[in-house]
């Protein structure tokens, strides 16, 4: 996963336009408002989405509280476009009782780079969903690291992804993630190596706060704190 190679967000064998009726079958709306109320975002909150993608979970969060800065990272041209079009949409619309507020701003750029794409020691929050499962594990490492770096001291970390699928069934479903994504980069994961990465990139209180059972395995989210 470098500037010139990464997993697009709906896998290896499928367009970005079928990206969000994939991600629905994970019971999105549930772990996304789980991710919102593990955020938390206030006014002048900074909140990095890493690997937005099409944008659902910044357009989510710049909708809770509209004066929090939201910025969305991804790499690709493609679905940032789409998330332009999305958030686009959500402010014809208006906003939660009026309040004032714009959209989130979209940026170019890798995971690994967050800190450089947005500034190191920046963001109060930073946040990321379904994106590490797809990563190689030295790009896992890369990515956390980067995190970190981007978050001001006591900033807070929330990740929603694929965690360890403890069941029969979990493990079953998640072969089709695994079909999409290849074993190589998702089977860390499902043994759950998420937990450790995390606390050897440096963050503390490391937890897995929630479990959501799905179509294509279980999801987990994890939150921990920038010392």
């Not at 509209?66 to 949409?89: F, M, N, Q, S, Y």
């Not at 790009?139 to 770096?149: G, Q």
């Not at 079909?179 to 606390?199: E, S, Y």
């Given at each position: 996963?470098?500037?010139?190679?990464?997993?697009?967000?709906?896998?290896?064998?499928?367009?970005?336009?079928?990206?969000?009726?994939?991600?629905?079958?994970?019971?999105?709306?549930?772990?996304?408002?789980?991710?919102?109320?593990?955020?938390?975002?206030?006014?002048?909150?900074?909140?990095?989405?890493?690997?937005?993608?099409?944008?659902?979970?910044?357009v989510l969060?710049?909708?809770?509280?509209?004066?929090?800065?939201?910025?969305?990272?991804?790499?690709?041209?493609?679905?940032?476009a789409v998330?332009?079009?999305?958030?686009?949409?959500?402010?014809?619309?208006?906003?939660?009782?009026?309040?004032?507020?714009?959209?989130?701003?979209?940026?170019?750029?890798?995971?690994?780079?967050?800190?450089?794409?947005?500034?190191?020691?920046?963001?109060?929050?930073?946040?990321?969903?379904?994106?590490?499962?797809?990563?190689?594990?030295?790009?896992?490492?890369?990515?956390?690291?980067?995190?970190?770096?981007?978050?001001?001291?006591?900033?807070?970390?929330?990740?929603?992804?694929?965690?360890?699928?403890?069941?029969?069934?979990?493990?079953?479903?998640?072969?089709?993630?695994?079909?999409?994504?290849?074993?190589?980069?998702?089977?860390?994961?499902?043994?759950?190596?998420?937990?450790?990465?995390?606390?050897?990139?440096?963050?503390?209180?490391?937890?897995?706060?929630?479990?959501?059972?799905?179509?294509?395995?279980?999801?987990?989210?994890?939150?921990?704190?920038?010392?």
């Amino acid at each position: 996963m470098t500037e010139r190679s990464f997993t697009p967000a709906a896998g290896r064998f499928a367009p970005v336009r079928l990206y969000d009726p994939v991600v629905a079958l994970t019971r999105e709306r549930l772990w996304r408002s789980l991710v919102a109320m593990h955020v938390a975002p206030r006014p002048e909150d900074v909140v990095v989405d890493v690997g937005c993608g099409t944008g659902s979970l910044a357009v989510l969060l710049n909708r809770v509280e509209p004066r929090a800065t939201v910025i969305g990272v991804d790499p690709d041209p493609e679905a940032l476009a789409v998330a332009r079009r999305k958030a686009a949409a959500v402010l014809a619309g208006g906003t939660p009782g009026g309040t004032p507020g714009g959209t989130p701003e979209w940026r170019i750029g890798m995971g690994d780079d967050v800190a450089a794409v947005v500034g190191a020691g920046t963001a109060d929050t930073v946040v990321s969903s379904l994106v590490l499962h797809q990563c190689p594990v030295p790009m896992k490492r890369a990515v956390l690291a980067a995190m970190h770096e981007t978050l001001r001291p006591g900033g807070k970390l929330v990740i929603a992804d694929y965690g360890k699928q403890r069941t029969a069934a979990m493990r079953l479903a998640f072969r089709f993630v695994q079909l999409a994504d290849g074993k190589a980069d998702t089977q860390p994961n499902a043994d759950g190596i998420l937990p450790r990465l995390i606390a050897e990139a440096g963050f503390e209180n490391v937890r897995e706060s929630e479990t959501v059972a799905t179509l294509t395995g279980s999801l987990s989210l994890y939150v921990a704190r920038r010392p």
